[in-house]
Antibody, heavy 121, light 106 residues
Framework: EVQLVESGGVLVHPGGSLRLSCVAS????????ITWVRQAPGKGLEWVAS????????YYADSVKGRFAISRDNSKNTLYLQMSSLRAEDTAVYYC??????????????WGRGSLVTVSS | DIQMTQSPPTLSASVGDRVTITCRAS??????LAWYQQKPGKAPKLLIY???ALEDGVPSRFSGSGSGTEFTLTISSLQPDDFATYYC????????FGQGTKLEIK
């Protein structure tokens, strides 16, 4: 059974940092591109960042470029999102989602339940 | 960047109705387009990929069509479980979502 379990979401002050994790199971993690997608309260879905199965290809949305870093540890079946210089507009539920291919871009056939990040003073 | 525009933003319909949601891309995405369904408090669920391919386990009342810059998601006969928000997503160049269409009970 495919599972993606996000963790690490908390309340953080503007300008602060945070690392989200997504632990995967039930599929060939190292051969699968994974993506972070966020959803602000009451808003639509926004793509944040994607990483290839090997970790060698990475893409970021302009809204987070230079502030967020996506990475993965294939030995631990874990995806990360290091978030820094956080702003109020980064407040959202952050989902990890798996693609059906090794390289991005792609569509997402399975999503985690999400982790809420709140940026507020 | 490729922009995705869905219409309408909100759609009111009744059980048994046939409904269509439109998604337009700012440039051609060929058929690299997916559709998702999201219910409140839940993660999105994949319905359609490559514009018209039905994901395993998705009821056949859902169908997708289109190519280039214009795409549609059709639900042939609305069921109570179908009232949700629907998103299109292109994956031709990067990954971009439409702003969503909320399907409400009339």
């Amino acid at each position: 059974e495919v599972q993606l379990v996000e963790s690490g979401g908390v309340l953080v002050h503007p300008g602060g940092s945070l690392r989200l994790s997504c632990v995967a199971s039930g599929f060939a993690f190292s051969r699968t591109a994974i993506t972070w997608v966020r959803q602000a309260p009451g808003k639509g879905l926004e793509w944040v960042a994607s990483i290839s199965g090997s970790g060698g290809t990475i893409y970021y949305a302009d809204s987070v470029k230079g502030r967020f870093a996506i990475s993965r540890d294939n030995s631990k079946n874990t995806l990360y999102l290091q978030m820094s210089s956080l702003r109020a507009e980064d407040t959202a539920v952050y989902y990890c989602a798996k693609a059906r291919r090794i390289l991005p871009p792609g569509y997402f056939d399975f999503w985690g339940r999400g982790s809420l990040v709140t940026v507020s003073s | 960047d490729i922009q995705m525009t869905q219409s309408p933003p909100t759609l009111s319909a009744s059980v048994g109705d046939r409904v269509t949601i439109t998604c337009r891309a700012s440039q051609s995405v060929v058929t690299w387009l997916a559709w998702y369904q999201q219910k409140p408090g839940k993660a999105p669920k994949l319905l359609i990929y490559k514009a018209s391919a039905l994901e395993d386990g998705v009821p056949s009342r859902f169908s997708g069509s289109g190519s280039g810059t214009e795409f549609t998601l059709t639900i042939s006969s609305l069921q109570p479980d179908d009232f949700a928000t629907y998103y299109c997503q292109q994956y031709h160049t990067g990954e971009t979502f439409g702003q969503g269409t909320k399907l409400e009970i009339k």
